[in-house]
C-alpha cells in the first residue's frame, strides 16, 4: 500500500471536496470525447499525428526544439547530461507557477536546457508528460524510452487528452489558486498556514491528529490522514460549493 493510500481517510458522508491532491482530478466529458475522436498511429515509429501534435504544441509554447510524450517522469534520469553542463526543469506543476508569476509561458522554460511538463494533477489529463529540448536529446530520450519500456503504440488518445488540457485547463488555474488564497486565509485563526499557487501546508496547534481528517470525511471533505501538517490541494474539482464546505468544516472542527 502507498503511503498515501495508507494516509487517506474514507469519507462517511458523499465526497463534495477532496483536497488530498490535484492528481485526483477526473477527465471532464470534453476531454473523454477528445480522447474518443483521437487520430492515432504507432507512435514508437512516430505515426502517431495527435502525439506528433502535442509534442509539437508545448515545444512551440515553451521555446524548446522538440518534444517527447512519456508515460512517466523517473525515465528522465537516463537522459540527464553530466552535472554541470545542462540543466533540467521538473515542471510538475509548470502552468500553475507561471500562472502565480504572471509571466509568459516561455519565460521559465528559457532558463532551462529541457524541462518536463505534467499534463496531469492541475491540468486534469488521466496520465502523461511532456519532455522538452534541443532536438539531439530528445532522440536519445526516445531511444531510452523505448529501452526502458515506455515506447507506447497508438497513444494519441492519451495524447488528446493532453492537448485537451492544454487549450482549456491552464487559463483557468488562477482559479484554483483564488480558492487556495480564500482557505488559507480561513484557516488562519486556526493555526499555521504556508501556501503557494495551489497547495496549502496547514499545522494547528499541537498539529494534525487522527481527529481532523475523520471530523472532515463525516462532513464529505477528504484530507490526507497525516500527522502534524496537512497539504491541502485545490484543483478543476474543487468548485465554490466544496471551497464553502470545507471552510464550514475547519471551523466547525476548531469552533469558530
Known sequence: MNQYAAMSTTPTAPIICDLRSDT??????????????ADVGDDVFGDDPTVNRLEVTLAVRLGKEAGVFLRVRESLRAVRRDAGLAVHLDGARYFNATA???????????????????????????????????????????????????GMRQAGVLAAAG?????????????DHARATALADALRAHGDVQYATNMIF???????????????????????????????????????????????????????
Open 24 to 37: 485526483v482530478t477526473r477527465p471532464d466529458a470534453a476531454m473523454r470525447k477528445a480522447m474518443a475522436d
Open 100 to 150: 502565480a508569476l504572471n509571466c509568459p509561458e516561455q519565460a521559465l522554460a528559457d532558463m532551462f536546457d529541457s524541462v518536463s511538463i505534467c499534463l496531469s494533477k492541475g491540468l486534469s489529463a488521466p496520465i502523461g508528460s511532456v519532455l522538452l529540448g534541443p532536438a539531439d536529446l530528445l532522440a536519445r530520450a526516445r531511444r531510452w524510452r523505448k529501452m526502458l519500456g515506455g
Open 163 to 175: 492537448l485537451h488540457a492544454l487549450e482549456h485547463n491552464v487559463a483557468r488555474l488562477s482559479d
Open 202 to 256: 496547514f499545522t494547528p496547534p499541537g498539529g494534525v491528529t487522527d481527529a481532523l481528517p475523520q471530523h472532515m470525511a463525516a462532513h464529505g471533505v477528504q484530507l490526507t490522514g497525516s500527522t502534524g501538517t496537512t497539504r491541502l490541494v485545490l484543483h478543476k474539482d474543487v468548485t465554490d460549493e466544496g471551497l464553502t464546505t470545507a471552510i464550514n468544516a475547519f471551523r466547525s472542527f476548531f469552533g469558530g
